[in-house]
Each structure stands twice: as C-alpha cells, then as structure tokens.
C-alpha cells in the first residue's frame, strides 16, 4: 500500500556530510510524523531526528546541532542532512512514516529498507 525509498547513503570521511532522502508513495492519504533511526549490529535501533506534519522537530543529544530533518510535504518526503560527520554516526540509517492509508481511518507504520552509512576516520 505505501512504500518508503531511501536514498543518500554512503562513505563519507570524518567531518563531512551526506544528505538522506526517503520518498513514500502509494495510497497515501496523509503523513504524521516522520522520523530517522539508525542501528549498530549488536544494539538496538536508536531514534535519530523526528518531524511532525506541522514541522516541529526533535533530536537525539549525539546528533543536535549536526544533523537537521526537514520535510516535503508536497513531495511526501523527508530528508537528513547530516553534517560535521563523526565514526560514531556510521550505522543502517532507516526512514519511518506514520501514514494515514486511503480508505483506512487510522495510522500505519512504514519502515523503509534501510542505507548504510559509513563514515571513516
């Protein structure tokens, strides 16, 4: 029904950035809020930055100031520009949406497939 594709991923070095980008698309009647996580092997997955429908934002501690999310509402994307890139950062970085579905009246989860991003010292 809806599908989120993620794109931007790589090898940066250390101090350098790369932008995410995460498109939904399929029977979307709207979007909530939209968010980026990232998981080590061996731990859990850890929210990076969220963004509401109304733009408000938060931030994992580890990434304020570094990192900013921001939205396309038109566009139905959200993105991760992620800057003054530390060793620490390398990790799957996933796309999450909270989608109203056409036809449904409540709220799914989507994930997308997740992008490796690696930053090298």
């Known amino acids: 029904q809806v599908h989120l594709v993620e794109s931007g991923g790589g090898l940066v070095q250390a101090g350098g950035s790369l932008r995410l980008s995460c498109a939904a698309s399929g029977r979307i009647f709207s979007i909530n809020a939209m968010g980026w996580y990232r998981q080590v092997p061996g731990k859990q997955r850890e929210a990076v930055a969220a963004?509401?429908?109304?733009?408000?934002?938060n931030y994992a501690e580890s990434v304020k100031g570094r990192f900013t999310i921001s939205r396309d509402n038109a566009k139905n994307t959200v993105y991760l520009q992620m800057n003054s890139l530390k060793p620490e950062d390398t990790a799957v970085y996933y796309c999450n949406a909270g989608v109203v579905v056409v036809q449904a009246g409540y709220e799914y989860e989507y994930w997308g497939q997740g992008t490796q991003v690696t930053v090298s010292s």
């Open positions: 963004i509401t429908s109304a733009y408000s934002t």
